[in-house]
């Protein structure tokens, strides 16, 4: 005997998805990680300077909350 679950995904922006499946949502996001773990561009030898930008901030640029 198969079940079905209802199920969707919505894409918020760029990487960024939101999943119900029945009763739970799931949040889904390459930016869930600890503040300053993402590279800049400029740190790839290989990126012509044009493509780059003054902003060396790495991402994400605040902490997740608890």
């Known amino acids: 005997m198969a079940t079905t679950t209802n199920a969707s995904v919505q894409l918020i922006r760029n990487a960024t998805?939101?999943?119900d499946v029945g009763d739970t949502t799931f949040l889904v996001d390459p930016m869930f990680t600890p503040q300053g773990e993402m590279p800049t561009i400029t740190d790839n030898p290989v990126?012509?300077?044009f493509l780059?930008?003054?902003?060396?901030?790495?991402?994400p640029l605040v902490p997740l909350p608890d």
């Open 47 to 49: 990126v012509p300077d």
């Open 17 to 19: 998805i939101l999943v």
């Open 52 to 59: 780059t930008t003054a902003n060396q901030d790495r991402n």
